[in-house]
């Protein structure tokens, strides 16, 4: 397994649309090992194939407090949305930064696993929270994107700043 490089806000690859998965093959099984890794060293508990630019519809979460429950859902689609929830969000693409969003309260979502079997589940809290964030990043879009254009400005001023300090 590999640590795959995270993708940092703004970087234009961040906005590439993911195509579907065609197949499960060895390729995309060993893409879920090093997303999964990846994640749980950042550390984070969603990461979207977009994050480490591969631009597939592939995401990976764990949302559990033992990290060892790795979900995975390939070509994720939301087959129904239900309420309204706000929570508090954060992303290994734009570290150190965290703003509420509003998102559907529950979920449900059909992807294919990690054996390529299509299953359906039915997610609220803080699984669906997360289950739409990473599919954002399928789409090309980050979370910041879904704040006022003053908030959007602040947060980019923070990561110039981040960065020149890093440097």
Do not use: W
Not at 6 to 20: C, Q
């Amino acid at each position: 397994m590999a640590l795959l490089p995270i993708l940092h806000y703004p970087d234009p690859r961040l906005h590439k649309v993911a195509a579907p998965v065609k197949q499960v093959d060895d390729k995309i099984v060993q893409l879920i090992k090093d997303m999964g890794e990846t994640m749980y060293a950042a550390p984070g508990i969603g990461l979207a194939a977009t994050q480490v630019d591969v631009h597939l519809r592939l995401l990976v979460i764990d949302i559990s407090e033992t990290h060892d429950q790795l979900q995975v859902f390939i070509n994720p689609e939301i087959i129904r949305a239900e309420g309204e929830a706000e929570c508090e969000e954060g992303c290994l693409s734009v570290p150190g930064i965290f703003e509420k969003v509003t998102r559907a309260a529950r979920v449900v979502v059909s992807a294919m696993d990690q054996h390529g079997q299509q299953r359906t589940v039915e997610a609220e809290g803080l699984l669906a929270v997360c289950i739409q964030h990473e599919m954002d990043h399928l789409l090309g879009k980050v979370f910041v994107e879904k704040l006022s254009r003053l908030k959007q400005q602040r947060i980019a001023a923070r990561l110039a700043k981040q960065q020149r300090q890093a440097m």
